[in-house]
């Protein structure tokens, strides 16, 4: 299987600061890379799909970059509600393998 | 609107199985499939599998092949996920999701899935 690895685990950040999250893949995937967005006793959200397509009604702020086995998230100006859980996921190949998530706090 | 609604939650003892009911509403079923992803406390997010919504076909993740099953129904709109032989690892959160982009032949996880069922706890007891 396709191991995804998560960095930073967790972080903490103010308003209007610009976050980055990495996911590394133990593979090359190309640019079959999602990147969903949770909140607490809610199902996923898609953000990005293929890696740096924003889903249709995700504010312009979420950007996604790379391709092969490094990947990044960026949250440009953070928002309060952008607070919650994200998770990258591999659709290369079966098993289509999820991060272990990288926890935001708003500061 | 489009949604996917869930069955209630289960509390199942250890080699017991479970059937997940997802009803879909708001779009024509059989233009789109159904994943199904799951939550625990220890593996985290898992993807487990979809199915069609055109003609049944299925893929599973190995890990769950031969346990589980997915099955739709297309006169009533509803996906079902049956999980066989429960263990307490099966404790989890399972989430069905909509899959906007299928064939006749694949549904493709490339472009993400667009809308999500609620999720239906699951509790295996020993």
């Known amino acids: 299987d396709i191991q995804m690895t998560q960095s930073p685990s967790s972080l903490s950040a103010s308003v209007r600061d610009t976050v980055t999250i990495t996911c590394r893949a133990s593979?090359?995937?190309?640019?079959?890379l999602n990147w969903y967005q949770q909140k607490p006793g809610k199902p996923p959200n898609l953000l990005i799909y293929?890696?740096?397509t924003l889903q249709t009604g995700v504010p312009a702020r979420f950007s996604g970059s790379g391709s092969g086995t490094d990947f990044t998230l960026t949250i440009s100006s953070l928002q309060p509600e952008d607070f919650g859980t994200y998770f990258c996921q591999q659709t290369d190949r079966n098993p289509y393998t999820f991060g272990r998530g990288t926890k935001v706090e708003i500061k | 609107q489009v949604q996917l609604v869930q069955s209630g939650a289960e509390v199942k003892k250890s080699g017991a199985s479970v059937i997940v009911s997802c009803e879909a509403s708001?779009?024509?079923?059989?233009?789109?499939?159904i994943t199904w992803v799951r939550q625990g406390p220890r593996q985290g997010l898992e993807w487990m599998g979809w199915?069609?919504?055109?003609?049944?076909?299925?893929e599973y993740a190995q890990k769950f092949q031969g346990r589980v099953t997915m099955t739709i129904d297309t006169s009533t709109n509803t996906a079902h996920l049956e999980v066989r032989s429960l263990k307490s690892d099966d404790t989890a959160v399972y989430y069905c999701?909509?899959?906007?982009?299928?064939?006749?032949?694949?549904?493709?996880?490339?472009?993400?899935?667009?809308?999500w069922g609620q999720g239906t706890t699951v509790t295996v007891s020993s």
């Open positions: 593979q090359n995937i190309g640019g079959y």
């Open positions: 708001g779009y024509i079923f059989t233009n789109y499939g």
């Open positions: 999701a909509r899959v906007p982009h299928c064939s006749s032949t694949k549904c493709y996880m490339e472009n993400g899935v667009d809308v």
């Open positions: 293929a890696a740096s």
């Open positions: 199915i069609s919504g055109y003609n049944g076909k299925t």
